[in-house]
């Protein structure tokens, strides 16, 4: 019985970790803050460039450094700078100009992630020390 439940969870085990989305181990917050930040710096570039199919590669691939920097941060910046990520991901090149004109999900993306991405400074995760 116990090989049969361990060729089981190895089988598990190899399946979730063959996904190429998984988050890359042993990041810091701000190793994972400062790669997303580059990828969405280089897509907002592409944006400003009308190449909409390369700004959502360049968010296709912050994806990953977004998701690590949300399961790695305490602080609620992360876990809305992954859902900017992934809206801009998941937005058709071809509905790109439309939604900068006129959705509010698209500006309010874009608040977050220019407000988080500009300075390429990650948020403070220390705590304040008492005086």
Same mark, same amino acid.
């Given at each position: 019985?116990?090989? &049969?439940? +361990?060729?089981?969870?190895?089988? $598990? ?12 181990? +042993?990041?810091?917050? +701000? %190793? ?8 969405? =710096?280089? +897509? ?11 700004? $959502?590669? =360049?968010? %296709? =691939?912050?994806?990953?450094?977004? #998701?690590? !920097?949300?399961? $790695? &941060?305490? %602080?609620? %910046? @992360? ?5 900017? $990520?992934?809206? !801009? ?6 509905? !790109?100009?439309?939604?900068? =004109? &006129? ?7 874009? @608040? ?16 304040? #020390?008492?005086?």
């Amino acid at each position: 019985m116990r090989t &049969s439940v +361990g060729v089981a969870l190895l089988a $598990v085990v190899s399946a979730c970790g063959s996904s190429t989305a998984a988050p890359a181990p +042993g990041l810091t917050a +701000g %190793e994972a803050f400062q790669r997303t930040c580059q990828q969405v =710096r280089a +897509g907002i570039d592409e944006f400003n460039r009308h190449d909409y199919a390369a700004t $959502v590669a =360049r968010f %296709e =691939r912050a994806k990953v450094p977004a #998701t690590v !920097y949300a399961e $790695v &941060s305490p %602080e609620p %910046e @992360a876990d809305a700078l992954l859902d900017a $990520v992934e809206y !801009y991901a998941n937005l058709a090149p071809a509905d !790109y100009p439309e939604a900068a =004109r &006129s959705s509010e999900h698209f500006a309010r993306n874009k @608040a977050i992630t220019l407000n988080q991405c500009a300075t390429g400074e990650p948020i403070d995760e220390t705590p304040p #020390t008492p005086t």
